[in-house]
């Protein structure tokens, strides 16, 4: 039997979808490129998470003719190598995307009670903590949103609808009349963005121009009130510059789902600053978006080997010199 090499677990359903189409799913025996590069060949397909998947280890990968991201952000995998191996790079775009803007409320509403802070203060019977901490409401307030995708978009209009929150965008593609039809504003320049917003969203995928987006320039033009939610990616936020910011209270506070490294030493300073919230990366870790996550990649992997053209193909260029079995 063929087999599809797992660099990370993927949920029941999309293992099962593997055997129906004939494929055993292999779980790598751990993610990093080293074993993966030892484990992958004879793999005709490959699906990877966060770990994303290195140019050691596709360059180990004779047989494979696909390669699955579960998720959107696919910027750990290099996809111009795999283009040039001509081997398609599929991913699952939507399948996440209301968890991912939970997730982002979430933070936002966690930050702005001190959710945090307060269960610590309830746990060691300090019922006084109402009166020294700066508990804030999210209704009427501004929320500024940089980028306007799929999440950026269900996150303006959860923070619409639910606080009556007043939305600005920057997104330089985004179609100002689009904006204005749902009831956001378009601004041009970020720094207007950044000085006009309570709360600042962050939902751009990581590219080289939003590398460092927001740096110690930016975080300067941020209300000393100002919340920054960060779901995207952590190299989008210039980190060491974040972490200065927070502690000279340039920002009141930040909720961040993402880091410049996933392996934290215990003395990250971000781990002992008090005004930040952290979770482990578990934007798209919902039972529900898991379970669609891995039905929509696997879908997109069993298409590929059967001839399909997929519907998220990340190198459309390869298509037509894509390599077969
Ligand atoms: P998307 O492609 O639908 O939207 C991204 C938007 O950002 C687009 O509108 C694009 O025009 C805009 N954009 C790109 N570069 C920009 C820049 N430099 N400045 C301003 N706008 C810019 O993507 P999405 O589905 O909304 O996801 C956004 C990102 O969220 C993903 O790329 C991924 O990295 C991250 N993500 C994180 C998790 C998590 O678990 N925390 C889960 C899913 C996605």
Redesign the pocket.
């Known amino acids: 039997m063929s087999f599809c090499l797992l660099v990370q677990p993927i949920d029941e359903v999309g293992c099962r979808a593997l055997r129906s189409a004939g494929l055993e799913p292999r779980l790598a025996s751990a993610e990093d490129m080293t074993t993966v590069a030892r484990e992958i060949p004879g793999a005709v397909a490959a699906i990877t998470r966060n770990a994303g998947l290195s140019r050691e280890a596709i360059a180990a990968a004779a047989d494979l003719l696909v390669i699955g991201n579960h998720?959107?952000?696919y910027?750990p995998i290099d996809i111009p190598f795999a283009t040039s191996q001509g081997i398609p790079v599929v991913h699952t775009?939507e399948a996440?995307?209301q968890s991912?803007a939970e997730?982002a409320v979430g933070l936002t509403l966690a930050a702005a009670k001190h959710l945090p802070a307060a269960d610590r203060a309830t746990r060691r019977g300090d019922f006084g903590f109402k009166y020294h901490a700066p508990i804030r409401e999210l209704a009427g307030k501004t929320a500024g949103i940089?980028?306007?995708?799929?999440?950026?978009r269900l996150t303006a209009a959860i923070f619409k609808a639910a606080f009556g929150m007043r939305v600005l965008v920057?997104?330089?593609?985004?179609d100002p009349a689009a904006l204005r039809t749902a009831g956001f504003s378009k601004v041009d320049r970020l720094v207007e963005l950044l000085a006009a917003s309570d709360v600042v969203s962050l939902?751009?995928?990581?590219?080289p121009?939003?590398k460092a987006?927001i740096g110690e320039a930016e975080l300067a033009r941020l209300k000393p009130s100002a919340i920054l939610i960060n779901?995207?990616?952590g190299a989008v936020v210039d980190e060491p510059a974040l972490i200065r910011a927070l502690e000279q209270g340039k920002l009141a506070a930040a909720g961040l789902?993402?880091y410049a490294n996933e392996t934290m030493s215990p003395t990250h300073p971000l781990l002992q600053l008090e005004n930040v919230i952290l979770t482990p990366?578990?934007?798209?870790?919902s039972k529900e978006a898991l379970e669609r996550t891995a039905r929509q990649v696997v879908d997109q992997v069993t298409a590929v080997l059967q001839g399909e053209r997929p519907t998220h193909l990340v190198n459309p260029e390869v298509w037509h010199r894509r390599r077969h079995s």
């Open positions: 998720g959107t952000g910027d775009p996440n995307v991912v997730l940089i980028g306007f995708g799929r999440i950026g920057y997104s330089p593609s985004a939902h751009v995928p990581l590219t121009a939003s987006l779901t995207s990616r789902d993402v990366h578990i934007g798209g870790s």
